[in-house]
T-cell receptor, first 115, second 117 residues
């Protein structure tokens, strides 16, 4: 799990706050992902970056804004969130997202609570 | 679009007994199939994957999975369960063709495994 790190591990924010989640991968991978994990629901893919370019935005509301300054770092900027956005946000990385057999490796997640 | 079904929300097994966690899938063409495990307050940890070849795939911590194309299944198994195997298990599928959407790894809802001492 130390290959992909996420900070903070826990975050509580009000609906008017602005905060950012950070992900860093130490695996030399070229692709990075944001997922949302809510209770009793399958993991939802939010964003995919390949070589620092966004290749997928899975109909995510604009209150979530990703940023990938380089292939090792990925951010998720949050603003004016809703209580239903409370979830575990997982970051993942993989070597090459265009290869079907490519394995994604996950970070420990950030537990977000929106009050 | 691909999909994954994990028909059991929870599986209980006694320590030392064999365990099976079920997974069926739907995908166009040939699948790539994955199993992940999630311990409490942790991220997903990769266990094993099927790409091609031998239908029985061996993975980490003594787990294995059997690919059955005719039944579109990829059940996770272990011959002797440990209490430490208690966790949430996720099956995932991805199509084997490349191109738009091929990076989409579709997960099941997860199965909670409880190994009883």
């Amino acid at each position: 799990e130390t290959g992909v790190t996420q900070t903070p591990r826990h975050l509580v924010m009000g609906m008017t706050n602005k905060k950012s989640l950070k992900c860093e991968q130490h695996l030399g991978h070229n692709a990075m992902y944001w997922y949302k994990q809510s209770a009793k629901k399958p993991l939802e893919l939010m964003f995919v970056y390949s070589l620092e370019e966004r290749v997928e935005n899975n109909s995510v509301p604009s209150r979530f804004s990703p940023e990938c300054p380089n292939s090792s770092h990925l951010f998720l900027h949050l603003h004016t969130l809703q209580p239903e956005d409370s979830a575990l946000y997982l970051c993942a990385s993989s070597q090459d997202n265009t290869v079907g057999a490519d394995t994604q490796y996950f970070g420990p997640g950030t537990r977000l609570t929106v009050l | 679009a691909q999909s994954v079904a994990q028909p059991e929300d929870q599986v209980n097994v006694a320590e030392g007994n064999p365990l099976t966690v079920k997974c069926t899938y739907s995908v166009s063409g040939n699948p790539y199939l994955f199993w992940y495990v999630q311990y409490p307050n942790r991220g997903l940890q990769f266990l094993l994957k099927y790409i091609t070849g031998d239908n029985l795939v061996k993975g980490s911590y003594g787990f294995e999975a059997e690919f059955n194309k005719s039944q579109t299944s990829f059940h996770l198994k272990k011959p002797s369960a440990l209490v430490s195997d208690s966790a949430l298990y996720f099956c995932a599928v991805r199509p084997s063709y490349s191109g738009a959407g091929s990076y989409q790894l579709t997960f099941g809802k997860g199965t909670k495994l409880s190994v009883i001492p």
